[in-house]
């Protein structure tokens, strides 16, 4: 059975930082593109970053140079990073694991920035 389980979210003041965990089970998170995707109330979810088997990472223009995802594979564990944190980065967190054989998805952790 696969589970993603993450960790870390809450509330945060704008400029802060917060740093996500998404533990994994069942699968070997080295064989997988893992990535963080967020949902905000009433938008559609989106990517906002990943990193691949091979470690390159990607992120979407508006997280570049603020977030800034890893990957521990002894502790079979993703990580997010997130900096300078904005109110509109407020939303759910999710973590997904995708590769030929499957995809999978996290119960999502929310993360709400707001002074």
């Known amino acids: 059975q696969v589970q993603l389980v993450e960790s870390g979210g809450g509330l945060v003041q704008p400029g802060g930082s917060l740093r996500l965990s998404c533990a994994a089970s069942?699968?070997?998170?080295?064989?997988?593109?893992m990535g963080w995707y967020r949902q905000a109330p009433g938008k559609q979810r989106e990517k906002v970053a990943d990193?691949?088997?091979?470690?390159?990472?990607n992120y979407a223009d508006s997280v570049k140079g603020r977030f800034t995802i890893s990957r521990d594979n002894a502790k079979n564990t993703v990580y997010l990073q997130m900096n300078s944190l904005k109110p509109e980065d407020t939303a759910v967190y999710y973590c997904?694991?995708?590769?030929?054989?499957?995809?999978?998805w996290g119960q999502g952790t929310q993360v709400t920035v707001s002074s």
């Open positions: 997904n694991a995708q590769n030929r054989v499957g995809i999978y």
């Open positions: 069942g699968i070997i998170i080295s064989r997988y593109t």
């Open positions: 990193i691949t088997s091979g470690g390159y990472t």
